[in-house]
Structures are given as C-alpha cells and as structure tokens.
C-alpha cells in the first residue's frame, strides 16, 4: 500500500491522500505531477495507466479550480490501485505527457485534448483523435452548449438535381 | 388499336417498362451505423427475405447500387462520408431514411449528430422507427416501389427537374437564435403553475417533468 507518509516525504507536504469506499486519491499540484507518476511506475510499482480522463468542475458547488485531471494507476503484480488527480484552471491548461511512462496514455491524452483543450507538453502526436481535424471547440468544457454552435448544420446541401 | 399483333406481344411506353424493371430489381447500398442495421440485416434475412421484393442485392460498393439506405445516426465526421457514398451511386438511385435518428437526429439532440439525413440528402421514403421493424422496412420499399413505377421516366427528367433541396432547411431557427445570443423559451415561467389535463388544448406543459407524469397517469 502506497504510505502518505513516505510521499510526502519525497514530493513534499502539498500531497494529499483521502479514502472513498475503498479508493484511495492522492492530490498533486500540477508542477510535481510527472515526477510523483514517474516515482508511482518506478518505485511504487504501478505498472498500468487504466485511465485518462479530465473534469471540468465549472458551476460545481464548493469547486475551487476548473478542471480535474485524473490518472488511474494500477499495479499488475499487488492489485493495488491508486487515482492520481491534479487541478488546473485557465489559462495554463498544460500538463507533462505520461507517454514516457506508459505507452497507452498516447491516445487518452489525444482524447483529453480532443474533449476538453488540455495540451499535453512532450506528447508525440497531440492531435484531435474523435472529433473531426476541422472542429475549433472542446465540446466537454461546460461552456460549450450542448447542441453545438452551428458545426452539425454547416455542410453543402445536395439537391436531387445535381447528384 | 393495334392490329396483327401476336398474342405474346404487349404495347407500353418505355417508360413504364424501365419503371417496371427499376422498382423490382432494387440493390439497396447498406448504410448501417446504428442498431437500425440489425433491423436491416433481419430485413434481408431467410425469416422476413427482402429478396421477394427483389431488393435482396446487397452490395457495399456504392458504384454497384441504386438504393441508399440510411439505417441509423449520422454523426457530423460521418455525414461528407455518406455524401459521398451518395454521388458515387449511378443514376437513377433513391434513398430510405430508415429509423428515428437518419430521419431527424431521434434522442441525439447533441452538437455531434446531424439532425436528418434530408437536410444535406435527398431522401424518397421515410420510415419511422426506433428501430422499425422489418415489416416496416418492407413496407417502404413497396412504396418506394409505388412511387418509382408512379413517377419514374426512363431518361430520369424528374429528378433533373428537381433543383431544390427536397428536405428543412440546415439550420433550425431555434439555433439560429441561439447562435445569435437570443432568448430561445419564453414561456417558461407559466409552465410550472399549469397542470396538465389530457384532452384540454393548452394545458400541456411540454417537457417539464411533472406535466411528464401527468401525461403518463392521465
């Protein structure tokens, strides 16, 4: 089992390690973010990214920061598992890519980006991965209005004359 | 009246002889996305067999087809896809919007999927549907067919005549309004206080959650 004790003691005091109905969640500032996911794989053996996703807590009750970034740590051997979160807020929404770590966090990463504009810095290919090349918004971010601005409507209309 | 034919010789126009011979040879072009493509599957199937209305010809390359069927949501990276697939199809062709979400986006009111496939697309037969049943599917083609040998000509002037857009236009004026930073629902706040009598015009309170209930216990 990961030890708060023993994190803090090497990534510093800002870590913050709470427990809900068995999942453990440490908090890391975002600066120290790639260091404490680099020492989790190497030291603490978490061997797997699970999953890479983000939150965007505007309009949530008590939020103090806009987006949430949230890894998914599992080592293989133990069957330990561990979410890893960290905040950002505009407009530094820059993180380091994991790809040097595990090699499954190319495309959620893509997806991160694709959804909510978060720039992965080192990420070997960050580019749109589900939404089409051409779209210029980031439809997760809550701001974005469900329905779209318009980008499901704007293509030519074929008549039954010229097809 | 003819005179001197033999008994196995028939007069027509040719016309009705290309219809005759377009709407019973169907090759339908599978545009399957969504759980309509199952319904479309069963279609062609031994059990409900699309082949006794000779549309039993499936091919997967548009340039062999004349019928496009639309079976399931179009999402907006897949729509230039299928329009595509559209102008690749010889002439004459024809299209079935089949289910909910290929006639009008269905449950999927998001910035992703096109709401209909008529407002880019000509389309010839709707069927309703969530998905519909093979029946219904059969049933389309049969008007498809109606419609073909009602209107059809053999050199295709009654689609070359058509240079208007058959379908709504792209954009709803509900997103207009909202593109433009308008107020889209006025009448919100009356909506609340008014209870909802099945059978009484103007009561309904539209999607609010309680006129929901009223609407399913009344």
């Known amino acids: ?62 939020a103090e920061h806009r987006y949430g970034v949230v890894y998914l740590l599992l080592s293989v051997t133990t069957g330990e ?22 090699k499954g966090a190319n495309w959620m990463e893509r997806e991160v980006y694709d959804m909510f504009g978060i720039l992965f810095q080192g990420h070997p290919d960050l580019r749109r991965i589900l939404l089409p090349d051409e779209f210029v918004s980031f439809p997760l971010r809550k701001d974005y209005p469900l329905q779209g601005r318009g980008e499901r409507h704007n293509f030519p209309v074929i008549t039954r004359a010229e097809s | 009246m003819a005179v001197g034919l033999p008994e196995n010789v028939f007069m027509t126009t040719l016309d009705a002889a290309a219809n005759w011979a377009r709407s019973n040879s169907l090759w339908p072009m599978p545009f399957a996305t969504a759980c309509c493509g199952i319904e479309l599957m069963a279609t062609a199937a031994s059990r409900h067999d699309m082949a006794r209305f000779g549309a039993e ?71 309703p549907g969530c998905p519909p049943r093979p029946e219904q599917l059969l049933a389309a083609v049969i008007d498809l067919q109606d419609k073909i040998k009602a209107g059809g ?6 689609f070359a005549a058509e240079t208007t857009p058959r379908g709504p236009s792209p954009f709803d004026e509900e997103e207009l309004k909202r593109l433009r930073g308008l107020p889209i629902l006025q009448s919100q706040g ?29």
């Open chain 2, 190 to 218: 009356t909506s609340s206080s008014s209870i909802y009598i099945p059978g009484q015009p103007g009561t309904n309170p539209g999607f609010s959650v309680a006129g929901r209930r009223e609407g399913i216990h009344g």
């Open chain 2, 57 to 127: 010809v499936m091919r997967f390359s548009p340039r062999q087809c004349d019928l496009l069927v639309v079976a399931g949501r179009v999402v907006m990276k897949m729509l230039p896809v299928l329009q595509r697939i559209w102008l690749q199809m010889p002439e004459p062709k024809w299209c079935i919007s089949m289910g909910a979400c290929a006639c009008t986006g269905g449950v999927f009111d998001t910035y992703a999927v096109v709401q209909g496939v008529d407002r880019f697309l000509p389309v010839d037969v709707y069927v």
């Open chain 1, 81 to 102: 598992r561990l979410i890893v979160k960290t905040f950002l807020n505009p407009p530094h929404l820059e993180l380091p890519s994991v790809y040097p770590l595990w």
């Open chain 1, 1 to 62: 089992m990961v030890d708060l004790v023993e994190l803090q003691q090497k990534y510093g005091a800002e870590l913050t390690l709470s427990e809900f109905r068995g999942d453990r969640r440490l908090v890391v500032p975002a600066d120290k973010l790639y260091e404490v996911l680099s020492g989790l794989k190497l030291d603490f053996g978490f061997d797997q990214l699970t999953d890479l996703t983000a939150v965007d807590y505007l309009e949530y009750q008590d």
């Open chain 2, 153 to 158: 000509t053999l050199m295709g002037r009654e």
